[in-house]
């Protein structure tokens, strides 16, 4: 085994001084740091179209520094910036389970579902997802904390069967007085915002993965199928079928109000 390691090490090591003999070709590379770091500041900000443009940019320069492997080094960088968005995750107090789940779920959909006829249109849904995920850790700053905590709590365990009564249990208040204050602060009554919450979470699962309808909506603990559709047509404007079958379909995004009472 030390000898298999030692092997490695030493192939490594030989490869990258041969490529520090031929460092000439790397001239002008210093421009793609400068935009992927311009790049993770738009994906932090949630910027988007910004961040779509600016990792097209950072493709083109693999592409013309990789040459006929542009599409292997393409989806390597991917799963680097899948890593790197994730430590932010982290550095938001996101769970650990659901930073590492965000991560493994971008490895296995890079794996599976990027082809070199699509990859382009595979980096912008990367970048929605990034920005999806990131929204989520995004403070909430109503007056009230005990409401700021409630959604950060109902952000991390969307897929948790949560009633109001267990979250009136865990932040030992009665459910009266949390419905109260919540649908003052926010606008909406806690269960539209559970529903909401499970709907946007289940998007990604009917666009990026095979399971079945009924599948995903037993995993976000709707009632039954019925109820999934109609909530998730109220919200998304399609069906769970017709979303999943018209991929361009933008993303339901739903916009904590801003009232600040």
């Given at each position: 085994m ?10 490594i ?5 041969q ?6 070709r790397y001239e ?7 935009i992927?770091?311009q ?6 900000q949630l ?5 779509k ?12 520094r990789?040459?006929k ?9 991917f799963v680097?910036?899948s890593s ?9 107090q996101?769970p ?9 779920a971008?490895?296995e959909m890079?794996?599976q579902r990027m082809?070199?006829?699509?990859f382009?249109?595979?980096a912008?849904d990367?970048i ?5 995920v ?14 700021n905590k409630?959604?950060?709590f ?8 949560l ?8 932040f030992t208040?009665s459910t009266?007085?949390?419905s ?9 009554t ?5 529903n909401?919450?499970?709907v946007?979470?289940s ?14 909506s037993?995993q ?5 199928q019925s ?7 109220k919200y998304v ?12 379909h ?10 600040n009472i």
């Amino acid at each position: 085994m030390l000898q298999h390691q030692y092997s490695i090490s030493e192939a490594i090591s030989k490869r990258y001084f041969q490529e520090i003999e031929t460092m000439n070709r790397y001239e002008g590379i210093e421009r793609f740091f400068e935009i992927e770091s311009q790049l993770l500041r738009e994906i932090y900000q949630l910027e988007a179209e910004a961040s779509k443009e600016s990792l097209r940019r950072l493709i083109d320069i693999l592409s013309e520094r990789s040459g006929k492997h542009f599409f292997r080094a393409i989806r390597h960088y991917f799963v680097v910036l899948s890593s790197v968005v994730t430590r932010r995750l982290i550095e938001n107090q996101a769970p650990s389970k659901k930073a590492f789940a965000f991560n493994a779920a971008c490895v296995e959909m890079i794996d599976q579902r990027m082809n070199d006829a699509e990859f382009l249109q595979f980096a912008d849904d990367l970048i929605e997802f990034y920005i999806y995920v990131i929204s989520e850790r995004k403070q909430p700053s109503y007056k009230h904390q005990t409401v700021n905590k409630v959604i950060m709590f109902i952000d991390d365990e969307v897929e948790t069967d949560l009633s109001v009564e267990d979250i009136a249990l865990y932040f030992t208040i009665s459910t009266s007085h949390l419905s109260r204050i919540f649908k003052e602060h926010v606008g909406i009554t806690l269960v539209e915002y559970l529903n909401v919450r499970r709907v946007e979470e289940s998007q990604y699962y009917l666009r990026h993965t095979n399971k079945s309808i009924s599948d995903i909506s037993e995993q976000f603990h709707f009632c039954n199928q019925s109820y999934y559709t109609r909530i998730f047509k109220k919200y998304v404007g399609l069906t769970p079928k017709h979303f999943r079958d018209q991929p361009n379909h933008e993303y339901f995004r739903f916009q904590l109000p801003d009232r600040n009472i």
